[in-house]
Every structure is written in structure tokens, then in C-alpha cells.
């Protein structure tokens, strides 16, 4: 019933149908380009996270992203390690001041934050998120060389122009100080030629609110580009003893993760048919499931076939110019 009244956010009930229309009309297989999305990220990215948020929390909890994961170690051990080495990474201590980009509804941040004792910031465009920080992180509200420290989960794959994001994320940071992210990225292997390939990207972009997923060089070049000197990059997933798309096979069963099963998906996709029905969840909530369904097939698609990874992870410094 919490995932049937959250489905829609900040949108009212009566639009959540026109809303996911309005939402598809932005991608490729629904007409939809490219630069139309970039030039509507906030307004693409917003319906998406108002239509989707209620279902990640269902099916994921409060931390909206994947992790590489030991044998033996659950999903949610694996996710809290991911978090855990992004702040070591970042060398955190008590008293920094640390910003977010694209926190979520703070999963990580709380998380982060605890396991460092430091004061972090969320920063995200949209409200349904925040009110359950509402900023533009391509258009941030802070003065240059305000934090000791940023890092971005999986967020700014949403960004419109990478160098654009990442040269406002070096604004924002001090002089000598760290950068840490994971990236959505595709691959080398990934080949723009190749049509189910291009499938693939296609799908991982429509159900995951992405107006395009741009290869991991491009993340460098960009990182470079914005002015920062890249100490470190990998591909965490490559070589992880779990594949980070282990859980997205239906085929698998886990009561830890029933809600991604085959026998979840049935259930979840049957529950909300009929809460439609009965109108106690808005017209258009099968439709958002059937997109993060569509997400969730290309994801598993894209990382058996290692053409994307959801954990390109750099760490990177801005130069201390000056002495500063």
C-alpha cells in the first residue's frame, strides 16, 4: 500500500498516466531525441524519480545503487561496503564539510556520513526526494571552494554535459581537495554499430531517466577538461566475485531481494494491476513498473555482456593552485 499511495511523488494522482507518457516521449524508441532530452533534464530526471521513487524504496531501500560483492556477503553488506570505501578514498575525517551530488533520498549520506563522522550536504533537483537540499547540481547554490570534499553515486549520469557538471563540482571544492564518483558508463566493449547493443543502452536509458550514457573515457577526458587531476580509475566491476547483476536475474531466488525475483516481479506486477483497478494507486503505475522492468532487462543484458558498468569509479583532485 506505501508503494501504491508513493507511486507519482509530487505529481497529482489524476497525471501520473499523462506524466509517464509525457516521460517516454523523451527517448528513442518513443520518438523522442537525444538533445530534447539534455535541453529537459530536470523535467525528464524529476518525472522520472517522482513516477520511480516509491518503487526503488519497495524493491532496493534507501540506497539507489548497485555494488561488487564478496561470496557469501548480502546485497545490503555489499552495498554499505561500496559506500564505506568511497569515504576512505576520499580520506574523510571529523569536522570536514562534504557535498553529496545527486543524493537520493539520502541513504548513502546517512550512511557516509556515520561511518566518518563528517557533515555532508544532499544535493538534488528533485523535491519529491528531498521532502521525503532541492538544487540543480549542473547550477549549484554554494560559493567556490566551499567543501573539503564531494562525491557523486551513480548520480551524475544524469547530467545533460559532463564537463559541465564536473566543472561546477570543481568550482564548489577547495583547492587540493578530492573528488570521488561512481559513474553509469558504457564500456569499451561496448560497440555503437552493434544494434542489440544499442538496444541495450536504449532500454538502461529509459528506465533509469538517463538522456544518454557516455562511454568511461569520456568521464576522464571530461574530468581533465574541467580542470582536475586524476589520481585513479577503474572499473570496479570487472573481476567482482558476485557480478553486480546477480540479483537482477529473475531466475535467482532471495527472500532478501524477493521483490526482484521472477516470482516478486509476478507478484509486485499482479498487486499493483489490481490496486489500479480499484483505484487505491493512480492510473499509470503499471506503466511505470513496466519501464523499471525494462531498466532491470537492460541492465542485466548490459552487464552479462560487459558492455556497461553501473560502478566506473575515478578519484580525483583539484590542484592546489598557488600553494593555497
Not at 253 to 280: K, M, N, Q
Not at 299 to 324: D, H, S, V, W
Request: glycine share 8%; proline share 5%.
Amino acid at each position: 500500500m506505501n508503494l501504491a499511495k508513493g507511486v507519482g511523488g509530487n505529481i497529482d494522482k489524476s497525471q501520473v498516466l499523462s506524466a509517464v507518457e509525457k516521460y517516454e516521449k523523451y527517448h528513442a524508441s518513443y520518438g523522442g531525441q537525444e538533445e530534447e532530452r539534455k535541453a529537459n533534464y530536470v523535467d525528464m530526471v524529476n518525472k522520472f524519480y517522482d513516477l520511480a521513487t516509491s518503487f526503488y524504496e519497495y524493491g532496493w531501500g534507501q540506497s539507489f545503487h548497485f555494488a561488487p560483492r564478496w561470496k557469501g556477503e548480502s546485497v545490503r553488506e555489499g552495498i554499505k561496503r561500496h559506500e564505506h570505501f568511497i569515504a576512505l578514498q576520499l580520506c574523510l575525517k571529523p569536522g570536514q564539510k562534504v557535498l553529496d551530488v545527486g543524493c537520493g533520498i539520502g541513504g548513502p549520506l546517512r550512511e557516509i556520513s556515520r561511518f566518518s563522522s563528517t557533515s555532508i550536504t544532499g544535493l538534488n533537483n528533485n523535491e519529491y526526494q528531498i521532502t521525503r537540499a532541492k538544487a540543480d547540481f549542473m547550477k549549484m547554490p554554494f560559493p567556490d571552494n566551499n567543501f573539503d570534499a564531494v562525491y557523486a553515486i551513480e548520480a551524475t549520469c544524469h547530467a545533460p554535459d559532463v564537463y559541465a557538471c564536473y566543472k561546477e563540482i570543481f568550482r564548489v571544492l577547495k583547492p587540493g581537495q578530492l573528488f570521488a564518483a561512481y559513474e553509469w558508463c558504457m564500456t569499451e566493449a561496448f560497440d555503437p554499430n552493434n544494434e542489440e547493443h544499442q538496444k541495450i543502452k536504449e532500454e538502461i536509458e529509459v528506465g533509469d531517466g538517463l538522456p544518454d550514457i557516455r562511454l568511461t573515457t569520456k568521464c576522464v577526458e571530461a574530468l581533465k577538461q574541467a580542470g582536475f587531476e586524476v589520481i585513479w580509475e577503474k572499473d570496479l566491476a570487472v573481476n567482482s566475485p558476485v557480478p553486480w547483476y546477480f540479483h537482477l536475474d529473475a531466475s535467482h531466488f532471495s527472500l532478501s531481494t524477493f521483490p526482484l525475483t521472477s516470482i516478486g516481479r509476478f507478484f509486485t506486477r499482479s498487486l499493483i494491476r489490481a490496486l489500479e483497478f480499484v483505484r487505491l494507486a493512480p492510473r499509470g503505475s503499471l506503466k511505470v513498473q513496466e519501464i523499471l522492468q525494462r531498466a532491470a532487462d537492460g541492465l542485466l543484458e548490459g552487464g552479462k555482456k560487459e558492455i556497461f558498468t553501473p560502478m566506473y569509479f575515478f578519484l580525483a583532485r583539484k590542484p592546489n593552485f598557488g600553494g593555497q
